[in-house]
C-alpha cells in the first residue's frame, strides 16, 4: 500500500487514516451495534425481528409511533402556515418588512425548542397568559399546549425557517425571465402560478419540509419537558435509562428513527437534485415585485408581526421567567429579580464552564477533522478518500438518541486505562458525542473554505522547496481561516445546546454541560426560574457565535474578491 | 542571481508517459533540452504540453519513463526537492502575504539566515522593478506587476531550470509583447534554462531558440522557429504554425517524370524521386496569381482554378481559389492602381518547386 503513494502523499494519508478510525470507532462501530441489537434475540443472540413484532404490537409503542409521525406531520403543516406568507410577501412585492423577515428567519435557530418550551407553557398554557387575557376579554380558551399540540407549537415556531429558507431561496432563483417568457406565450394569474411558479419552488419547499419533519421526529428535549412521554424519542430514552442498556425496544426505536431520518434526507436530496434550474441561467433575480397599495401594506404588517410576536414569545417567555419571581395563573410574573441569575452563578456555574470545555473541544475537533477531511478529499488522490465524506457526513441521519444509545452500549464495558473508568461515563465521550454531531456542518464550511483556495497557490508553495505539510500550513490554512473559524464558532454555539445525545452520556451531574442543566432544572417549578436564567446564557451563547461567524464570513467575502482578481486568470 | 555563473542544466525527457486515469495524456515524450537554451512547448489546448511542464515540476500524476535535470533522474522527487523555479499562469501569489514575503518564501524554506534572506529578496524585487511595491498585497498589483513579482519570487530561489506556464496568456496585447521581450531579455542575461508553454506561436517564434509542437499528447516535431515553419514534418505542424494550403493525391510516374495527380485539379508536374500518395504544402504568400493560361516559367508549378472569395488585407489582399474541391489560399502584395481579381475570374497560380513541402500523411 505505502509503496504506491507518492512522497507527497504519506502525510495526508496518515491523517486521512487516523480520522478514518475515529469515524469507525464513534460513528460505524456504535451505529452497527445498535443495528445488531436491534435486530438480536435478546435472549439466544439469534437473528431475528422478534424485537420489531414486539415493538408493533404493544399499545404504547404503536401510540408513540402513531404520535411521532402526527406531530412531525403536522409541524410540517403548521410552519409552512407560518411560512409561506412571510416566503410569499418577500419574493413578490417591494416590502419594506423584508429584511425584518429574513432576520427573523435565524431568530428561532439560536434557540433549540427544549429551552422555550416550559416558558410556552406558561404564555400558551390552559392557565397561561394568553389564555388568561381570552377567557377575560372573549369569554374563551385555546388549547395550544394541550398534549401533542404543544410540542407541534413549539416545534413549528422553531422549525419554520427551515422552510422558510429553503423556499425564498428558490423563489429568488427563479429567472424572472421565466416568468416573463410565460407571459409572453400567453400564461397568467393562477395558471402562471400554477404551471411555472409552483414547479420551480417546489424542490425548496420540500427540501425545508423534510428537514422539519426529521428534527421533529428526532427530538427528545421538547417533548420531555412538556411531560409527553409517548413519543419514540421520550421512550427510547425512558427505556433505556430506566430498564436498561440491555432493553432491546430503545434499540428497535432507534433503527425507526434512523431509518426516517435517511427517508428524509433522501427526500429532500431527490427534491433538489436536477432541480437546480435556477443556477443554469444567471441574473434575472427573482420574480417581478410589485408594489403594494396601502391597504394591502398594512394587511401585510399585520400578519408579519403576528408571527414575529409568536417567533418571539419563547424568547420573550425565558427572559420573563428567568427574571420573575412567581409565574403561576397570572398574565405577568408577580414580580422581577435578579436571583435567579445569582443562584445559577453561585451555585451552578459548573454546568457553564463544562460547556465551555465541551463545545470549545468538539468545535476544535471538528474544525481539525474537517479540514484534514477536506484536503484529503479535495486535495489528494488517495484511493478511498470520498469514504470520509460520505461517513462524516453519514452522521446527519444519525439523531442524538441514537448516538447515546450506541455510545453507551458500544462503550460501558470499555474502560479507560488511566482514569480507570468505564469510556461511556466518562465525560470525554459527551465531546466526543458533540464533535460527531456538529461534523457534517463543520465539514461543509471546511470543504467550502478550501475550495476558495486555488491549488496552484499550493503548487507554488511546494516548487519554491515547501514540503506538503509545509504547504498546507504557511499557505491552505492560513487561507482557510475565515472559513475554519467560521466553521468553529458555529459548531461551538450549537454544540453549546445540544441536549439529546447529552442527555444520555452524562454520568455524573458535575460533569453536565448547560442544556443538561436547563432540563435539570425545568424539571421542578422551582427550579424554573435558574433553569431559565440558565437558558437565556444559552441563547446568548448561541446568538453571539451566531453573530460572530455571520461577520468572519462576511469579512471573507470582501477579502476573496480582492484575492478573485488573482485567482480569476487561473481559469482563462 | 548575483551572479549569472548559476551553471545551467539541461532538462532530458525519455520515455515519458502521463495519464489522468483512463485518459492518456502524454504519450511516450522524448526531448532533450540543451543547458541555457529558451525551449517552447507550442501546441493547442489540450496537446499535453502543460501536462509536459508540470511533470517536469513534479505535479500531476506520477509519470512513467525520466525525466532528467542536469543528467539527475528527478522522477521520483517530489516537487519541493527538485529546484525548478515554476512561473504559473495564474501567478499563484499568495493574497494573505505581502509581496517581500512572498518573494522571501522559498528562501525561507530552504532555511537561510534572515539577512540573506532580506539581501536577496531586494536584488531580486530590484531586477524586476518593483521594489517600491515590497510591502503591497498581490490584489492591490495591477496583471503586469504580478507578473513580475511571480518571476521575481521564482528566480530568487536560483532554480536550474525556469518553467513558464502560458505566463503571458493573462494580460493584454501591448504588455504581452513588452513582456515577452524582456523575458527574453533576462533569460539571456541569466544563461538559465528556460521552458515557455504557450499556444500562441508567435510567443513560442518570439522568444525561443528552439521549440516542440505538440498536438494529442504527442510531441509532432522538436527544432528553431523557422526550420518548423519551412519544413514541417507533418501537416498537423504545417497547418498549426502559419496558414498553409495542402492539396492530396498521388505522385506517379509518367513520360516527362513525376506528375502529381489529384482528382480536384489538373496534374502537377514535379521534380523528385518520390512516388506515392502524397499532400503538397504550400504558403500563401509564396503563390504568384496571374490572368488565366498565362504563360509558365519553367521552374515554376501551374495551377487553374476561379476565384471563389477576396479579403482585402490592407498590405495585402487575400483571395480564395477554387481548384477543384479545395480551395487554395493566395496573399498577393497590394500596390495602389495594380489590377485586382473579382470573384468568379479564372486565375493560374504559379509555384516555385522549392516552396513545395511534400508530405506523406
Redesign the interface.
Given at each position: 500500500m505505502a509503496s504506491v503513494l507518492?512522497?507527497?502523499q504519506r502525510g495526508p494519508a496518515v491523517a486521512g487514516g487516523l480520522i478514518a478510525l475515529f469515524l469507525i470507532f464513534f460513528l460505524a462501530v456504535p451505529m452497527v451495534q445498535v443495528v445488531v441489537v436491534a435486530f438480536q434475540d435478546p435472549n439466544t443472540g439469534a437473528l431475528t425481528l422478534i424485537n420489531f413484532v414486539d415493538f408493533f404490537r404493544t399499545s404504547l409503542f404503536q401510540e408513540s409511533f402513531i404520535n411521532s409521525f402526527y406531530v412531525a406531520a403536522m409541524s410540517v403543516v403548521l410552519s409552512s402556515f407560518f411560512a409561506l406568507p412571510l416566503a410569499y410577501f418577500t419574493t413578490r412585492f417591494n416590502f419594506g418588512g423584508a429584511l425584518l423577515i429574513q432576520t427573523l428567519g435565524i431568530i428561532p435557530l439560536i434557540m433549540p425548542p427544549f429551552v422555550g418550551a416550559v416558558a410556552m407553557a406558561l404564555l400558551f398554557g390552559t392557565n397561561g397568559s394568553v389564555n388568561l387575557l381570552l377567557d377575560e376579554w372573549f369569554g374563551f380558551t385555546i388549547p395550544f399546549m394541550e398534549g401533542l399540540n404543544g410540542v407541534i407549537f413549539v416545534e413549528s415556531i422553531h422549525y419554520f425557517p427551515f422552510i422558510l429558507i429553503n423556499l425564498s431561496a428558490a423563489l429568488n432563483n427563479i429567472d424572472r425571465a421565466m416568468e416573463e417568457s410565460a407571459q409572453n406565450l400567453g400564461a397568467s394569474g393562477t395558471r402562471l402560478f400554477r404551471r411555472i411558479v409552483f414547479p420551480l419552488a417546489m424542490p425548496g419547499y420540500v427540501a425545508g419540509a423534510a428537514l422539519v419533519f426529521i428534527k421533529v421526529f428526532d427530538d427528545l428535549g421538547t417533548p420531555l419537558l412538556l411531560n409527553i412521554n409517548n413519543m419514540l424519542a421520550p421512550q427510547a430514552y425512558l427505556r433505556i435509562t430506566s430498564i436498561g442498556i440491555s432493553d432491546p425496544m430503545g434499540y428497535v426505536i432507534s433503527v425507526i428513527l434512523v431509518a426516517f431520518s435517511l427517508l428524509s434526507l433522501w427526500v429532500s436530496l431527490l427534491a433538489l437534485r436536477g432541480k437546480d434550474y435556477a443556477t443554469v441561467q444567471k441574473g434575472g433575480g427573482g420574480l417581478v415585485r410589485r408594489d403594494l397599495r396601502n391597504w394591502e401594506k398594512n394587511g401585510c404588517y399585520a400578519v408579519v408581526i403576528l408571527i414575529l410576536l409568536l417567533v418571539l414569545s419563547p424568547h420573550l417567555g425565558l427572559l420573563l421567567l428567568s427574571f420573575g419571581t412567581i409565574w403561576s395563573f397570572s398574565v405577568l410574573p408577580d414580580g422581577y429579580t435578579i436571583g435567579h441569575y445569582v443562584t445559577v452563578f453561585s451555585e451552578a456555574s459548573g454546568y457553564i464552564t463544562n460547556t465551555l470545555l465541551y463545545a470549545g473541544l468538539a468545535a476544535l475537533f471538528d474544525v481539525i477533522i474537517g479540514t484534514g477531511i477536506a484536503y484529503v478529499v479535495w486535495r489528494t488522490?488517495l484511493p478511498g478518500r470520498k469514504w470520509l465524506d460520505y461517513g462524516a457526513t453519514a452522521a446527519l441521519a444519525v439523531p442524538g438518541v441514537v448516538i447515546g444509545i450506541g455510545y453507551l452500549r458500544t462503550y460501558h464495558g470499555f474502560n479507560v486505562p488511566i482514569v480507570d473508568q468505564p469510556l461511556a461515563s466518562w465525560w470525554v465521550i459527551i465531546v466526543v458525542a458533540l464533535t460527531i454531531r456538529r461534523l457534517p456542518y463543520a465539514l461543509r464550511a471546511c470543504v467550502a473554505a478550501l475550495q476558495q483556495v486555488?491549488v496552484?497557490?499550493e503548487?507554488?508553495?511546494?516548487?519554491?522547496?515547501?514540503?506538503?505539510g509545509?504547504?498546507v500550513w504557511?499557505?491552505v490554512v492560513?487561507?482557510m481561516s475565515g472559513g475554519i473559524l467560521a466553521g468553529f464558532v458555529t459548531s461551538f454555539a450549537t454544540a453549546s445546546v445540544e441536549l439529546s445525545a447529552t442527555l444520555m452520556l452524562v454520568a455524573v451531574d458535575s460533569d453536565a454541560p448547560l442544556a443538561y442543566g436547563i432540563y435539570e432544572f425545568m424539571q421542578s417549578a422551582a427550579g424554573r426560574g435558574p433553569g431559565a436564567a440558565l437558558g437565556v446564557i444559552g441563547v446568548v451563547f448561541v446568538g453571539l457565535g451566531t453573530y460572530i461567524s455571520h461577520r468572519i464570513i462576511e469579512r471573507g467575502r470582501v477579502?476573496r474578491e480582492?484575492?478573485a482578481?488573482?485567482?480569476?486568470?487561473?481559469f482563462? | 542571481m548575483t551572479s549569472t555563473d548559476t551553471t545551467a542544466a539541461g532538462v532530458d525527457i525519455e520515455n515519458l508517459n502521463v495519464s489522468f486515469g483512463d485518459t492518456h495524456v502524454l504519450k511516450g515524450a522524448n526531448l532533450s533540452i540543451e543547458p541555457g537554451e529558451f525551449f517552447a512547448f507550442l501546441g493547442p489546448s489540450g496537446s499535453g504540453k502543460s501536462t509536459l511542464l508540470r511533470a517536469i515540476?513534479?505535479?500531476g500524476?506520477?509519470p512513467t519513463g525520466r525525466i532528467l535535470i542536469g543528467g539527475e533522474e528527478v522522477a521520483h522527487?517530489?516537487?519541493?526537492k527538485r529546484?525548478?523555479?515554476?512561473v504559473?499562469?495564474?501567478?499563484?501569489?499568495?493574497?494573505?502575504m505581502t509581496v517581500r514575503r512572498n518573494v522571501a518564501?522559498?528562501l525561507e524554506?530552504?532555511k537561510l539566515p534572515k539577512r540573506e534572506i532580506a539581501r536577496r529578496v531586494d536584488i531580486s524585487l530590484e531586477m524586476v522593478g518593483l521594489v517600491d511595491l515590497a510591502e503591497r498585497?498581490?490584489?492591490q498589483l495591477s496583471?503586469g506587476q504580478?507578473q513580475r513579482i511571480a518571476l521575481a519570487?521564482?528566480l530568487v530561489?536560483e532554480p536550474r531550470v525556469l518553467l513558464l506556464d502560458e505566463p503571458l496568456?493573462?494580460l493584454d496585447a501591448n504588455l504581452r509583447i513588452q513582456m515577452r521581450r524582456e523575458l527574453r531579455e533576462l533569460q539571456q542575461k541569466l544563461q538559465l534554462t528556460t521552458i515557455f508553454v504557450t499556444h500562441d506561436q508567435e510567443e513560442a517564434n518570439t522568444t525561443s531558440d528552439r521549440m516542440a509542437v505538440l498536438n494529442d499528447g504527442i510531441i509532432q516535431q522538436v527544432g528553431t522557429p523557422m526550420e518548423l515553419y519551412d519544413n514541417p514534418a507533418n501537416l498537423f505542424v504545417a497547418t498549426f504554425l502559419g496558414t498553409a494550403n495542402v492539396l492530396t493525391g498521388v505522385v506517379e510516374d509518367t513520360d516527362n517524370g513525376a506528375q502529381f495527380g489529384s482528382s480536384n485539379c489538373a496534374p502537377i508536374p514535379l521534380d523528385t524521386e518520390e512516388r506515392g500518395p502524397r499532400s503538397l504544402v504550400f504558403r500563401p504568400q509564396n503563390i504568384a496569381i496571374a490572368p488565366a493560361n498565362a504563360p509558365v516559367a519553367s521552374d515554376r508549378v501551374r495551377i487553374d482554378g476561379t476565384v471563389s472569395h477576396t479579403e482585402f488585407l490592407g498590405s495585402i489582399i487575400r483571395y480564395g481559389v477554387s481548384v477543384g474541391a479545395d480551395t487554395a489560399l493566395v496573399d498577393d502584395q497590394h500596390r495602389r492602381g495594380a489590377p485586382v481579381f473579382a470573384i468568379g475570374d479564372e486565375v493560374s497560380l504559379f509555384l516555385q518547386q522549392d516552396q513545395i513541402t511534400m508530405l506523406k500523411d
Open positions: 507518492t512522497p507527497g488522490g486555488s496552484t497557490l503548487e507554488a508553495a511546494e516548487n519554491l522547496g515547501a514540503t506538503k509545509r504547504s504557511r499557505i492560513p487561507l477579502t480582492s484575492t482578481i488573482v485567482a480569476e486568470g487561473a482563462a | 515540476a513534479g505535479f500524476p506520477t522527487l517530489p516537487p519541493w529546484n525548478v523555479g515554476m504559473f499562469q495564474s501567478y499563484a501569489l499568495w493574497p494573505h518564501f522559498g524554506e530552504r498585497r498581490p490584489a496583471g504580478q519570487r521564482t530561489v496568456s493573462n
